[in-house]
């Protein structure tokens, strides 16, 4: 399918945190009690995982931002710095939620400039795709219906959803130093989030099955290189991924 200069290119993006103990204290709970979600400005970012897109889907990079590293505001200058200057649509799972305001609160904690978020048209407006497509917020229609969890619709197209780790081990594996374990997992969200939007895209219409089919089989093979994603990749139920009704099969 043609595309013109102007269309966008597409990154995907997933954070993943620990508490910010220096600014917030859990409160003394009962024992067996379930401790509560840190407050949204609470949330230090020890990985950004990124998975960018050109405009014909195709992979330009996969990895995690400032890669072995977990200063956080390098992190987000080094994020920023980035979308400021490509001006992707952002693709998030929730992100609308949780990822951009986290973001956005701790660029406010170390003075890091968002000029992209507050001033780039569509990157804060709900119903536009032209910053930020949040699949989680579309694929519940805005708040019309419940959204299920990334675990939960991965698996509806093959794909494994929680693989290994889950978000609440991840501060544990920080305290122990296993940051490559995070950054691991951080980039299977990744991963899935981005084949989940490839599925989205056949949804709307914007890529027809036999380019759908395509397109994510150039995704799933690029993506070998990235010795990271093997454990995500080998789960996959590639059948169920790539089998979509009105696509011509060679065989």
């Not at 299920?148 to 693989?163: C, F, H, N, W, Y």
């Not at 501060?171 to 599925?199: K, N, P, W």
């Not at 759908?212 to 799933?220: H, V």
């Amino acid at each position: 399918m043609a595309r013109s200069r102007r269309d966008p290119e597409y990154l995907v993006l997933d954070i993943e945190t620990v508490p910010d103990t220096g600014r917030w204290k859990r409160p003394e709970l009962p024992h067996g009690v379930e401790a509560p979600f840190p407050p949204t400005w609470a949330h230090r970012i020890i990985v950004i995982g990124c998975l960018w897109l050109g405009p014909d889907y195709r992979l330009k990079r996969v990895g995690v931002v400032g890669d072995g590293r977990d200063d956080e505001r390098e992190l987000l200058e080094d994020f920023s710095r980035f979308v400021g200057r490509a001006h992707p649509v952002l693709v998030t799972y929730n992100g609308r939620v949780f990822d951009l305001p986290v973001i956005a609160l701790r660029s406010l904690c170390h003075g890091v400039p968002l000029r992209w978020y507050y001033r780039d048209r569509g990157v804060r407006h709900r119903y536009s795709e032209e910053g930020h497509l949040d699949l989680c917020d579309w694929l519940a229609d805005h708040g019309a219906t419940r959204s299920g969890s990334l675990d939960a619709v991965a698996r509806l197209i093959g794909l494994p959803g929680k693989v290994g780790v889950d978000g609440s081990q991840v501060e544990g594996l920080y305290r122990s130093g296993h940051l490559s374990a995070i950054q691991s997992y951080c980039l299977a969200d990744v991963i899935q989030t981005a084949l989940l939007f490839m599925r989205f895209q056949l949804l709307r219409g914007l890529l027809p099955p036999d380019e759908y089919r395509t397109t994510t089989e150039g995704l799933l093979a690029a993506l070998r290189s990235e010795a990271r994603a093997a454990s995500v990749l080998d789960a996959i139920d590639a059948e169920q991924l790539l089998r979509v009704a009105g696509a011509a099969f060679s065989s």
